[in-house]
């Protein structure tokens, strides 16, 4: 007798519960689409795959309603995001201050994606706070302060991105996302989960990728175009930090390295270059912290921290207490505004307190 090919069944699918918001919420997002026309999602400064990839998703879902949103980045995003379809639609603060200055006045409703802070907008901030718009949350970051009227917050799961299709899938929207919403997604979960192979355990993400899938992304070419897409400098410069700029803190299982601007330089540096290079040192055996302090290109004294940790290790409280930031329990940042030789001082001492702790 042949056996029957598996399907998902729409007991399964119950099963995945995907639905986030109550009913309550459900409405109230609904009202707030309908009665807005000028709608604007934007993200935080420097911008990652989540980011661009959960903003665009969600914008491209406002678009099969009928909706025309603006979207709006602090600055420059990676070039390793450019070939994302409909990337040439994003905004740049920075470039265009005043337009959107003006959007923002007149706006009716915006939508702050990844970002649990107003403060992570930086130089957009004065205008994002003071806009007299409607503002709702999409994030899963720890912690969040935007005030906003509906705040939908979710720190237990892999990305705003995966954020983003739960709620489109829950106001069923899924049957009319398109092929570019679904990369745009895809991208921004694998890209804030390093390919899954962290903050990725539940079963609703693989269901979810399954999805995705049945839109005809090719998930192998989105692997490429995002990890597989470095300049020979690039690769010269991460072999150049690993080799001769990461420095193992003995006992403490912590690490750090330093990039300076003049090395940047002799390396061709552009946006994206040193990302997830922080993440390299976690290879190494009992590694459990890793802490990365970049200078700002333009900017003098201003120092760039990125932190990752593994486990129960959490490096979000080391980011509060040490760096201005915050984040994750295994994936935080920060700034401090001082000179490098200063900044491994507080690294330092960073790492002593990091190794004082249970953290369990």
Known sequence: MRASTPTASSDFIRMMNLHLLSDKQVKQLQNLLQQSDKIILCCHKSPDGDAIGSMMGWGEYLRTLGKNPLLVAPDAFPDFLKWMPGNERIVRYDKHKEEVDEAFRNADLIFCLDFNSTKRVLDMQAALDGSEAVKVLLDHHESPDVQAELSISFPNLSSTSELVFRIIWQLGGFEAMTNAAAAQIYTGMMTDTGGFTYNSTRPEIYFIIGQLLTKKIDKDKIFRNVYNNY????????GYVMNQKLVVVGGSH???????????????????????????????????????????????????????????????TLAERFFNGGGHKNAAGGRLCCSMAEAEQI??????YFASQDFQ
């Not at 300049?231 to 410069?237: D, F, P």
């Not at 922080?278 to 932190?307: A, F, G, Q």
């Not at 690294?347 to 002593?352: F, G, M, S, Y």
């Open 231 to 238: 300049s020979e400098w690039c690769i010269r410069m991460r």
């Open 254 to 316: 912590a690490c750090y390295y330093t990039l300076t601007k003049e090395e940047m330089k002799k390396f061709h540096f552009i946006k994206g270059d040193a990302e997830g290079l922080v993440n390299e040192p976690l290879r190494i055996k009992n590694m459990r912290l890793s802490i990365s302090l970049r200078e700002d290109t333009e900017k003098e004294n201003v120092i760039w921290v990125s932190l990752r940790s593994v486990d129960h290790y959490y490096c979000n």
């Open 347 to 352: 690294v330092h001492r960073a790492i002593l």
